[in-house]
């Protein structure tokens, strides 16, 4: 469904989508990057389970949420696809509790 362009010179990252390698052109983002290796859901609603993927691509719509390299909530959209990086979908509700609160939210 979706393609890159052509490109002359093409640099490639490494990262992984779910435990699975992968590999992105340098430069790109990690939603535009997932929809090339034909991921087509990178995460799952908090209420109906329903599958989610990429759609406004300029970071809108909240749909392209996933946790990259541990961290959750990540607009996939947003952030560049850097070598070695962890992305994994989210499903359902992600829990916050363990995570510290920022200073000053005491």
């Given at each position: 469904?979706?393609?890159?362009l052509?490109?002359?010179?093409?640099?490639?990252?490494r990262?992984?989508i779910?435990g699975?390698?992968?590999?992105a052109?340098a430069?790109?983002?990690?939603?535009?990057?997932l929809?090339a290796?034909g991921?087509v859901?990178?995460?799952?609603t908090?209420?109906?389970?329903?599958?989610?993927?990429?759609?406004?691509?300029?970071?809108?719509?909240f749909?392209?949420?996933v946790t990259i390299d541990g961290i959750?909530?990540?607009q996939a959209c947003?952030v560049?696809?850097s070598?070695?990086?962890?992305?994994?979908?989210q499903?359902?509700a992600r829990?916050i509790?363990?995570?510290?609160l920022?200073?000053?939210?005491?």
């Open positions: 469904m979706f393609r890159r052509p490109e002359s010179e093409e640099v490639t990252v990262f992984s779910d699975r390698s992968v590999t052109r430069g790109e983002t990690v939603a535009a990057a929809l290796t991921v859901s990178c995460r799952t908090p209420v109906g389970g329903q599958k989610r993927a990429p759609y406004c691509m300029m970071g809108v719509c749909e392209c949420l959750g909530n990540r947003l560049p696809v070598e070695g990086m962890a992305v994994r979908s499903h359902g829990a509790a363990d995570e510290p920022a200073e000053g939210a005491r």
